[in-house]
């Protein structure tokens, strides 16, 4: 990729703030394909299924992943320390894209009378407190609607990223993209249109309307790649490939079937490789929000 524009100032690098060093108090991480926690839906960027999976893998407990959010925190502040080259390189290479975005929603909202709201992407190692409860680096990048913030943390991404055979800068801008498509949807209201929709529907129905939320959010981040690559060329030769070889990686049927197990549609969260591709595909070549209407065809009529 090529960045050269101004960097966000939205960026809130945690990472030099100590550790984690409480312990979390139970309950589903709304990262795993949407728990309501401490009064906001987590939307999770990788894949739900696919993460439990993993957790399950790796042998981690994913109900130990999040608390609540009440008591107190228990994340050490005081201690920070200088952050190394290779930390300054990965917050600036993460302003840099959280930039384009900003510029690239700023001007799609302002084409339909909106103003866009910019998120704050946040930085951390381990673990830390979200609007959506405690989130360790487990969970995988995810989008918390109740504090407008995206979260990741670099270190898990990379390995993941790598476990997943995507590697590459676009791959990780295409997953800090599709996080910001969360925030881009729950800027539309189309974040609270679809729970209202899940709180109607059984979990096989609520499933397929979280599969059109996350293929949208892919649909979003292609759309920006596209509108940021005409206006400032950030594209190389391969960072497409990367891109969709990342939308392909993170497809539920692909991990279901890494994770050894049988491949079944109805729990799918995320959607399928084919449909990520498909629809990350859709947003790059059209680049209109209107093409990104993943909800078109579902039973409840097409909305939100
Ligand atoms: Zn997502």
Redesign the pocket.
Known sequence: MRLDGPESDNVEDRRRQGGFRGGFRGGLPGGLGGGRRGGGLA???LGGVALLLLFLFLGIDPSMLLDDGSGPNPYQTQQTRQATPDEEASRRFVAQVLGETEQVWREQFSRVGRQYQDPTLVLYTGGTQSGCGGAQAQVGPFYCPADQKVYIDLDFMAALQQRLGAPGDFASAYIIA??VG?HVQNQLGILQLAQRMQSRSDQEDANAIQVRV?LQ?DCFAGLWAKRANDARQILESGDVEEGLNAAAAVGDDRLQREAGHRVQPESFT?GSSAERVRWFRIGLERGDLVACNTFAGLPSGGTP
């Open positions: 939307v999770g960027g599709h996080e969360h996350e959010a995320h």
